[in-house]
T-cell receptor
Framework: DTGVSQNPRHKITKRGQNVTFRCDPI?????LYWYRQTLGQGPEFLTYFQNEAQLEKSRLLSDRFSAERPKGSFSTLEIQRTEQGDSAMYLC?????????????FGAGTRLSVL | AQKITQTQPGMFVQEKEAVTLDCTYD???????LFWYKQPSSGEMIFLIY??????QNATEGRYSLNFQKARKSANLVISASQLGDSAMYFCAMSSNNNDMRFGAGTRLTVKP
């Protein structure tokens, strides 16, 4: 399978705990994006990487959120001190370059439930 | 600021018939791309079709076509010969030079047998 891979698919955690999600993009893609999707809404942009550089972060990405892409390949998204409002689907996407015409290919997402 | 509007929360269509899902957008950028994605209950966003702002012809991909009306800022998705497997959420999205893809709220399509 050469598509975007996300792990885990589901995560249940207690409020206050830290969680980390992983995204493996399509191998030759330079751009990697993270989105958050709440029930009944479209995905909302969180952040993106060009290779290993994090180039943009949304206002939605509070100080409790951090994302890395250390070698320009896979990426991790960590949420510290989780809150119930963090419950959502977290989607990762990748694209070949940074053009506005580039198609972003998505993974199946990680669904986070904070109890 | 960019904005994507999908005014149909839900749509029903009879199997084998065509359906149009509406999408309007707002941007001040002259260069932009419009995308449609399908999201089945499994959660994965599946790319369907793309239209560039400078494209003269409407995009088509198999049973999917995009009715692009630039002056009206609309990019409606037309699905022909609907199949039961087309039942899903459909999202319209736009990307421009700031590379921040914005999505609409989505339309839930239900195909009736």
């Amino acid at each position: 399978d050469t598509g975007v891979s996300q792990n885990p698919r589901h995560k249940i955690t207690k409020r206050g705990q830290n969680v980390t999600f992983r995204c493996d993009p399509i191998s030759e893609h330079n751009r990697l994006y993270w989105y958050r999707q709440t029930l009944g809404q479209g995905p909302e942009f969180l952040t993106y990487f060009q290779n290993e550089a994090q180039l943009e972060k949304s206002r939605l990405l509070s100080d409790r959120f951090s994302a890395e892409r250390p070698k320009g390949s896979f990426s991790t998204l960590e949420i510290q001190r989780t809150e119930q409002g963090d419950s959502a689907m977290y989607l990762c996407a990748s694209s070949l370059s940074g053009s506005w015409a580039d198609i972003q290919y998505f993974g199946a997402g990680t669904r986070l439930s904070v109890l | 600021a960019q904005k994507i509007t999908q005014t149909q929360p839900g749509m029903f269509v009879q199997e084998k018939e065509a359906v149009t899902l509406d999408c309007t957008y707002d941007t001040s950028d002259p260069s932009y791309g419009l995308f449609w994605y399908k999201q089945p209950s499994s959660g994965e966003m599946i790319f369907l079709i793309y239209q560039g702002s400078y494209d003269q012809q409407n995009a088509t991909e198999g049973r999917y076509s995009l009715n692009f009306q630039k002056a009206r800022k609309s990019a409606n998705l037309v699905i022909s010969a609907s199949q039961l497997g087309d039942s899903a959420m459909y999202f319209c999205a736009m990307s421009s030079n700031n590379n921040d893809m914005r999505f609409g709220a989505g339309t839930r399509l239900t195909v009736k047998p």
